[in-house]
């Protein structure tokens, strides 16, 4: 008579021996099928960025295969923050704290452990906001944390392009929104191929959610995911696509070389001149540019990201900062201490609308 097989017998050796890829035989089509052809692709350039397989269409805008084959291998799809998000999973492995976990559950701003008004005590810093996001990489640079940071900057006509910024001068010249949308993790792949190998990466929700994915799942493919050491993440309720930049420079009959700054205040999107005049467009003007794949987009804090950083909840000239990670929370205070940034309190009204705008956020894509 046959031996009985033991299960538990069995099992161990599938796993000692046996490694499957967890997510085999989704490969691009399927990412075509589900995320592109259904117009739901933030375009964050995750897939693109750990698949040499795929690029970005720069004439269309969104991700294709370069060769006929699919491989199948399953890494694009289980990278990609539109597939399917295991928020639950990803936070586990993350934030680990099991009862900060349930205390956060089911509300918009997510698990974190302090959140505070920054400013940059740097007068070279000229940022967004309250030049936070500038200020914490310079920390983050300087105290070894990380050797570059990827971050966003733009050509003469504020057209976002990623940079590796390895310097203080590099970061600064980083600083200030760009409302337009491009595959910034893409700058991921130019900082691995330069070598680099304590990686920092500011960018928007959707992006922090691929990057959290690449860190968490469960694959057997070398992609250089323990590189990636800190995300910041910017808050955004919306992103544009970049026709939007030729209907300012038509409207407005202004050469964007003589633009300084963009912002969003209320129902306006502001442009500041070279001569610090302010031009206001009204949000429901450029309404049609928005990104069509940011719809379904549920996360207004970056809720995944080590460090989250907004204009909303705070005064004029201070960003909102909330620190979700211990990283987080320890680069936030070594800054304070090494005197990059100051940091306040937040009051309960500025909480309150950032809290507002995360559930109105979380309503429009759950529709
Ligand atoms: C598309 C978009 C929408 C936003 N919407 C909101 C919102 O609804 N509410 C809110 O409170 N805040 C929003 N923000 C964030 C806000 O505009 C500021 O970026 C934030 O307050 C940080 O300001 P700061 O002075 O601390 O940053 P700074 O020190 O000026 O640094 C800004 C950093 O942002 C990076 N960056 C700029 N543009 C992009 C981009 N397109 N993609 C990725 N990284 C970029 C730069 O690399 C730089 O490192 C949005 C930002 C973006 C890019
Ligand atoms: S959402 Fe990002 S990862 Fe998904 S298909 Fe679009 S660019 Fe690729
Ligand atoms: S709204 Fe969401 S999908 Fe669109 S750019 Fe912002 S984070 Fe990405």
């Known amino acids: 008579m046959a031996r009985e097989t033991n299960p538990t017998e069995l099992e161990t050796k599938e796993q000692?021996?046996?490694?499957?890829?967890?997510?085999?035989?989704?490969?691009?089509?399927?990412l075509k099928r589900d995320v592109v052809d259904k117009r739901i692709c933030s375009l964050c350039g995750t897939c693109a960025t750990f698949c040499d397989k795929i690029r970005i269409s720069e004439k269309e805008l969104k991700p294709e295969l370069?060769?006929?084959?699919?491989?199948?291998?399953?890494?694009?799809?289980?990278?990609?923050?539109?597939?399917?998000?295991?928020?639950a999973e990803i936070e586990r492995k993350i934030f680990g704290n099991e009862e900060a976990r349930k205390k956060a559950e089911g509300d918009v701003l997510g698990i974190y452990r302090g959140c505070y008004a920054v400013?940059?005590?740097?007068?070279?810093?000229?940022?967004?906001?309250?030049?936070?996001?500038?200020?914490?990489?310079?920390?983050?640079?300087?105290?070894?944390?990380?050797?570059?940071?990827?971050?966003?900057?733009?050509?003469?006509?504020?057209?976002?392009?990623?940079?590796?910024?390895?310097?203080?001068?590099d970061l600064k010249q980083s600083a200030g929104t760009k409302y337009t949308i491009y595959p910034g993790v893409v700058g991921i792949k130019e900082a691995?191929?330069?070598?680099?190998?304590?990686?920092?990466?500011?960018?928007?929700?959707?992006q922090i959610q691929g990057l959290r994915k690449v860190q968490t799942s469960?694959?057997?493919?070398?992609?250089?995911?323990?590189?990636?050491k800190l995300l910041i993440g910017l808050f955004c309720m919306d992103n544009f696509k970049e026709e939007l930049l030729d209907f300012v420079r038509d409207k407005l009959s202004l050469d964007l070389?003589?633009?300084?700054?963009?912002?969003?205040?209320?129902?306006?999107f502001l442009v500041y001149d070279e001569e610090g005049k302010v031009y206001a467009?009204?949000?429901?003007?450029i309404k049609r540019y928005e990104s069509e794949g940011c719809s379904v987009c549920m996360d207004y804090t970056a809720e995944l990201a080590d460090i989250s950083v907004g204009s909303v909840g705070s005064e004029d000239g201070w960003s909102t900062v909330f620190a979700h990670t211990e990283k987080g929370e320890?680069?936030?205070?070594?800054?304070?201490?090494?005197?990059?940034?100051?940091?306040?309190?937040?009051?309960?009204?500025?909480?309150?609308?950032?809290?507002?705008?995360?559930?109105?956020k979380r309503k429009r894509g759950e529709r």
């Open 16 to 30: 000692k021996y046996v490694r499957l890829p967890t997510f085999l035989e989704q490969g691009f089509s399927a």
């Open 119 to 169: 400013k940059s005590k740097k007068e070279d810093i000229k940022g967004q906001d309250g030049g936070a996001v500038t200020s914490l990489l310079a920390y983050a640079l300087e105290a070894g944390i990380v050797d570059c940071a990827v971050t966003t900057a733009s050509d003469d006509q504020w057209r976002p392009l990623p940079k590796v910024a390895k310097s203080y001068e």
């Open 281 to 285: 467009i009204a949000l429901d003007e």
């Open 257 to 268: 070389e003589r633009v300084r700054k963009f912002d969003i205040k209320g129902k306006e």
């Open 66 to 87: 370069v060769e006929e084959y699919d491989t199948i291998c399953g890494l694009c799809y289980a990278f990609c923050p539109r597939t399917f998000l295991p928020l």
């Open 330 to 360: 320890e680069i936030v205070e070594g800054a304070v201490e090494k005197g990059y940034i100051k940091a306040k309190e937040i009051e309960e009204k500025g909480m309150g609308l950032v809290r507002r705008l995360g559930e109105s």
């Open 218 to 228: 469960e694959q057997p493919y070398e992609v250089g995911k323990e590189r990636i």
């Open 192 to 206: 691995m191929e330069a070598g680099c190998e304590n990686i920092g990466f500011v960018g928007l929700p959707c």
